[in-house]
């Protein structure tokens, strides 16, 4: 009987360990291309400097503004990772499929030649609002250097927000991610236009 107590709980322990756990817990990425398409001798470079992330969406759980001016986070609803570097990721598949004869060159990347371009990109907001859908809003600025020299070009407030096109969470990543395309792409028209005025 000694022998039997032991045994039972051994097996309990074993099976309880191999288990499934469903503790309810989602996590969210946006989807990504592995399709690139930068020239072989690109014409210009653009260093994209990492995402910042300011204030509230600044941690990977997902959050939700609401139009009592209340707040609230997400308990088992989280990105997959830091969604600064999801947005990060984000933006150079963008940028490099959607530029022509550009290369988009990670801000890892050692000493460059100049001239380029340099992007920083600054997210105040990136959470869903009950009103809106998935709302970013921030800052991006354009720099240009050439001969050791620095340069502010432009920068632009941008909010992008998209209508939910269902109830839940993967519809609301669904609008984040739409909100950040068309965030990157006013930001190309904006590389491409600066490019032609120098």
Avoid at 152 to 157: F, V, Y
Wanted: with cysteine; net charge negative; charged share 15%.
């Amino acid at each position: 009987m000694k022998g039997l107590i032991p045994a039972f709980f051994s097996v309990l322990f074993v099976v309880g360990c191999t288990g499934s756990s469903n503790n309810g817990i989602e996590y969210y990425q946006f989807s990504t291309s592995a399709k690139v398409s930068n020239s072989l001798a690109p014409d210009n470079t653009v260093l994209l400097k990492p995402i910042k992330i300011i204030g509230l969406s600044d941690q990977q759980a997902i959050a939700q503004i609401h139009t009592n001016h209340s707040v609230s986070i997400a308990n088992f609803n989280y990105w997959s990772e830091h969604p600064k570097h999801m947005l990060y990721k984000s933006a150079q598949h963008i940028l490099a499929r959607a530029l022509n004869n550009w290369q988009v060159i990670d801000a890892r990347v050692g000493a460059l030649q100049s001239p380029y371009f340099e992007v920083e990109i600054h997210v105040s907001d990136f959470a869903g609002h009950e009103e809106h859908g998935g709302v970013i809003s921030g800052n991006w600025y354009i720099f240009y250097y050439h001969n050791d020299q620095k340069r502010l070009l432009k920068t632009q407030h941008f909010v992008a927000a998209q209508p939910l096109q269902a109830d839940g969470y993967p519809a609301l990543v669904n609008a984040l991610e739409n909100s950040w395309t068309q965030v990157n792409m006013e930001l190309k028209a904006e590389l491409e236009k600066v490019r032609a005025a120098l």
